[in-house]
């Protein structure tokens, strides 16, 4: 069973801070990581993907993957409170997944004033 | 551009009942992908759509159908519903060659009673 894994929180930063969210997976043959945002009763949102090992970086988000370790974080610079929402880790199975993504069960980030 | 639209929004069935829901994919985006959302299970794989064609599947019984039609809109189907079938379930549209750039729709409330 291909499995990605996440701390359910809450993460709980104050405004301005680094919030650094985690994510492993189980699958070696994964190619493409991606972080979705889901603010609470909306669909998630992509804002992030990454499949090379290092950093990506967009704005006030840093997506980082180390294959080696099959590890997958996201850094969120100068958090504000409109950063408050469930992040969603997803791997995109390996060859011939097709669209599949398998997500993780999500971190709740809280940014507080 | 409309986004991914997804009806109804909100659904009571019994037990036993069947249902069928339906998403309208962005204009374009060839490629639809069902998912499942619960608290306990968080997001789920469904099936995927290409082409009027199902490419991939996730670990769901055989109670849960789909299909796509020429026009790219889905449906999927739950028949004999059982009141673990209660979930948020979301389509996602892609463009092929670009999985990567997955857009959910708001998804559809079903409750089962």
């Known amino acids: 069973q291909k499995e990605v894994e996440q701390n359910s929180g809450p993460l709980s930063v104050p405004e301005g801070a680094i919030a650094s969210l985690n994510c492993t997976y189980s699958?070696?043959?994964?190619?493409?990581f991606f972080w979705y945002r889901q603010y609470s009763g909306k669909s998630p949102e992509l804002i992030m993907f990454i499949y090379s090992n290092g950093d990506k970086e967009d704005g006030r988000f840093t997506a980082q993957l180390n294959k080696a370790s099959q590890y997958v974080s996201l850094l969120i610079r100068d958090s504000q409170p409109s950063d408050s929402a469930t992040y969603l880790c997803?791997?995109?199975?390996?060859?011939?997944?097709?669209?599949?993504?398998?997500f993780g069960a999500g971190t709740r980030l809280a940014v507080h004033p | 551009k409309a986004g991914v639209t997804q009806t109804p929004r909100y659904l009571i069935k019994t037990r036993g009942q069947q249902v069928t829901l339906s998403c309208s994919p962005i204009?374009?985006?060839?490629?639809v992908s069902w998912y499942q959302q619960t608290p306990g299970q968080g997001l789920q794989f469904l099936f995927e759509?290409?082409?009027?064609?199902?490419?991939n599947k996730g670990n769901f019984p055989g109670r849960f159908s789909g299909r796509q039609f020429s026009n790219s809109r889905s449906e999927m189907n739950v028949s004999t519903l059982e009141l673990g079938d209660s979930a948020l379930y979301l389509c996602?549209?892609?463009?092929?060659?670009?999985?990567?750039?997955?857009?959910f729709g708001p998804g559809t409330r079903l409750t089962v009673t």
């Open positions: 204009s374009g985006h060839r490629s």
């Open positions: 996602a549209s892609s463009l092929q060659g670009r999985a990567w750039e997955q857009y």
């Open positions: 759509y290409f082409s009027e064609t199902q490419r």
């Open positions: 699958d070696r043959g994964s190619q493409s």
């Open positions: 997803a791997v995109m199975e390996g060859p011939g997944g097709y669209n599949k993504l398998i």
